[in-house]
């Protein structure tokens, strides 16, 4: 009996480290950080829906000029990068009268618009098996 449960014991043990979720690297660069003030943000998302609005994980860092590196741990599926540089910690992207920026950010993929939000499908990117380098230069 004792050798039965011990069998099971170590089958359950082999199928959950096998059914585990395996995660890769996201390492972000964000490049043209034209000064130190206030904090620089990057948002990973994973959806359509989360796109413009909560990320799966976010990390804000004070800014340095130049560039920044930013590292995640994300299973592999579809996800967009969101980076902007809030200058005055204020926590939001602030825009002009008509909406547009006026902090710097960036979209990965180069995924920005002239006219309003940038499209879901030109910054999506997939991570399939292996870790993964972003440059997203922001102005």
């Given at each position: 009996?004792?050798?039965?449960l011990?069998?099971?014991?170590?089958?359950?043990?082999?199928?959950?480290?096998?059914s585990?979720?395996?995660?890769?690297k996201?390492?972000?660069?964000?490049?043209?950080?034209?000064s130190?003030?206030?904090?620089?943000?990057v948002?990973?998302c994973?959806?359509?829906?989360?796109?413009?609005?909560?990320?799966?994980v976010?990390k804000?860092k004070?800014?340095?000029k130049?560039?920044?590196?930013?590292?995640?741990?994300?299973?592999?599926g579809?996800?967009t990068v969101?980076?902007?540089?809030?200058?005055?910690?204020?926590?939001e992207?602030?825009t002009?009268?008509?909406g547009?920026?006026?902090?710097?950010y960036?979209?990965s993929?180069d995924?920005?618009?002239?006219?309003g939000?940038?499209?879901?499908e030109e910054?999506?990117?997939?991570?399939?098996?292996?870790n993964?380098?972003?440059?997203?230069?922001i102005?």
């Amino acid at each position: 009996m004792k050798k039965l449960l011990l069998t099971l014991a170590i089958v359950a043990g082999c199928y959950g480290l096998s059914s585990a979720q395996t995660t890769h690297k996201l390492v972000v660069k964000v490049t043209n950080i034209q000064s130190t003030k206030g904090n620089v943000g990057v948002a990973v998302c994973n959806s359509k829906a989360t796109f413009l609005g909560k990320p799966l994980v976010n990390k804000s860092k004070g800014a340095k000029k130049g560039e920044m590196i930013f590292e995640f741990e994300v299973p592999n599926g579809n996800y967009t990068v969101r980076v902007m540089h809030d200058e005055n910690k204020n926590g939001e992207l602030d825009t002009n009268f008509m909406g547009i920026p006026v902090e710097p950010y960036g979209i990965s993929m180069d995924g920005k618009s002239r006219f309003g939000p940038p499209d879901y499908e030109e910054a999506v990117f997939t991570i399939t098996d292996k870790n993964v380098k972003l440059a997203i230069e922001i102005d």
